[in-house]
Structure formats: structure tokens, C-alpha cells
T-cell receptor, first 113, second 115 residues
Framework: NAGVTQTPKFRVLKTGQSMTLLCAQD?????MYWYRQDPGMGLRLIHY???????AKGEVPDGYNVSRLKKQNFLLGLESAAPSQTSVYFC????????????FGPGTRLTVT | DQQVKQNSPSLSVQEGRISILNCDYT??????FLWYKKYPAEGPTFLIS?????DKNEDGRFTVFLNKSAKHLSLHIVPSQPGDSAVYFC??????????????FGTGTRLKVLA
């Protein structure tokens, strides 16, 4: 069991460039989440999905899009990166019966210059 | 507004002693409270939870206490070990059903256990 994996681990973008972060889980979880973590702040929810083919906005969705075409994958897209999107991005998943236990990936450190 | 607050950014404790990490919240409608632990360059890992209808939950060396009248919860680690050195996030869940649950995280407390 790999758990939750994230690709890539690090990335540097120039302002205006686009990229996609990939999250994959092998635990057959229905729920998947994308968070960002910034210095001095807690994890903030960007978007989430309650099942294959569904997505919903979280607390800070502006500038991001997501897709959940397959149950095991949750993609986070930045169409036109801005320096304010410099952050560490975490993906998480959980099963329906245990809402308190999210399984997190190792994170992607993104720098936008 | 910060609904879940961890007012101590860091804490140092001697090995073998008790570590107490604190968290305050403002929303009385939270359903669960959680603690996650995070090591550098890794994602957070779930540690322990407590339902809003309980006042204590224990799992080995870790105990979480919930004081609803004070809107305060705390995590006790006894005895503290050097491997417990990490950042601890307090979090809360709100929302009516599993599909609509929202997770609110605190800013974290860095615990250092001194050998």
C-alpha cells in the first residue's frame, strides 16, 4: 500500500505558467481533498471531492481547478500561476465511515516567481 | 476569522515529562475535534480524535480532553519521548453530514522533546 502519493514533490513556476498537481490514493477512498499550507496559517481547504466525477469548492478555491475522473486520482490545476500561490500543497483522502481520519500525502512545494 | 486557535507556536519539554498542547475554538457546532502530527517534509498523520459529546478520549500515551464550556481542548502526551518532536495541529469538523463536512485546522504548535 503506497497510501497517498503526490507528484511532483517540488516545482518552480514563472508567473502566468500553468501546471497540474497529481494526487493518487490506493485505499479506495471516496473522499479526497486539496489543502495549502502557508507560514503561520493552518491547512486551508482548496477543493474537495466526495466521489468519482464530483468536485466542490473549499475555503480558498480562487485560481485553482480540480478534476476527479477516476476514483483514485484527484488533480489540482493552476491555469495562470501567481506569486500568491507559492505554498506547500497537500492532498488527503478518507473513507466515509471515519470522517476524523484523513490520510495525507507528503506534499508538493510550489514556488511561483 | 480563526475558528480554531493554537496560541502557543512552540513548546519544549524534557523527555519523560508530560507535554500539554492547547487549542481554543469559537464555533459551538463542531462535531469532532482532531489532533494531527506532522514531521518535516511529510504530510500530517492522524493522532487522536474526540467527539463533541465526550470530554475525554485516551489512546496509549495520548489523551485528549474537551472542555465545552470553555471551548477548549488539550492534548496530553505522557511520557513524552524524543520521537514525539513534531508540529501538532488541532482541527475541528463541522457540517451536517459526511459529504458536507468541513475541516478547520489550527496553525500548529511545534513540540520539542529534549533528551
Amino acid at each position: 500500500n503506497a497510501g497517498v502519493t503526490q507528484t511532483p514533490k517540488f516545482r518552480v513556476l514563472k508567473t502566468g505558467q500553468s501546471m497540474t498537481l497529481l494526487c493518487a490514493q490506493d485505499m479506495n477512498h471516496e473522499y479526497m481533498y486539496w489543502y495549502r499550507q502557508d507560514p503561520g496559517m493552518g491547512l486551508r481547504l482548496i477543493h474537495y471531492s466526495v466521489g468519482e466525477g464530483t468536485t466542490a469548492k473549499g475555503e480558498v478555491p480562487d485560481g485553482y481547478n480540480v478534476s476527479r475522473l477516476k476514483k483514485q486520482n484527484f488533480l489540482l490545476g493552476l491555469e495562470s500561476a501567481a506569486p500568491s500561490q507559492t505554498s506547500v500543497y497537500f492532498c488527503a483522502s478518507r473513507e466515509d465511515s471515519r470522517p476524523y481520519e484523513q490520510y495525507f500525502g507528503p506534499g508538493t512545494r510550489l514556488t511561483v516567481t | 476569522d480563526q475558528q480554531v486557535k493554537q496560541n502557543s507556536p512552540s513548546l519544549s519539554v524534557q523527555e519523560g515529562r508530560i507535554s500539554i498542547l492547547n487549542c481554543d475554538y469559537t464555533n459551538s457546532m463542531f462535531d469532532y475535534f482532531l489532533w494531527y502530527k506532522k514531521y518535516p517534509a511529510e504530510g500530517p498523520t492522524f493522532l487522536i480524535s474526540i467527539s463533541s459529546i465526550k470530554d475525554k478520549n485516551e489512546d496509549g500515551r495520548f489523551t485528549v480532553f474537551l472542555n465545552k464550556s470553555a471551548k477548549h481542548l488539550s492534548l496530553h502526551i505522557v511520557p513524552s519521548q524524543p520521537g514525539d518532536s513534531a508540529v501538532y495541529f488541532c482541527a475541528a469538523i463541522t457540517g451536517g453530514t459526511s459529504g458536507t463536512y468541513k475541516y478547520i485546522f489550527g496553525t500548529g504548535t511545534r513540540l520539542k522533546v529534549l533528551a
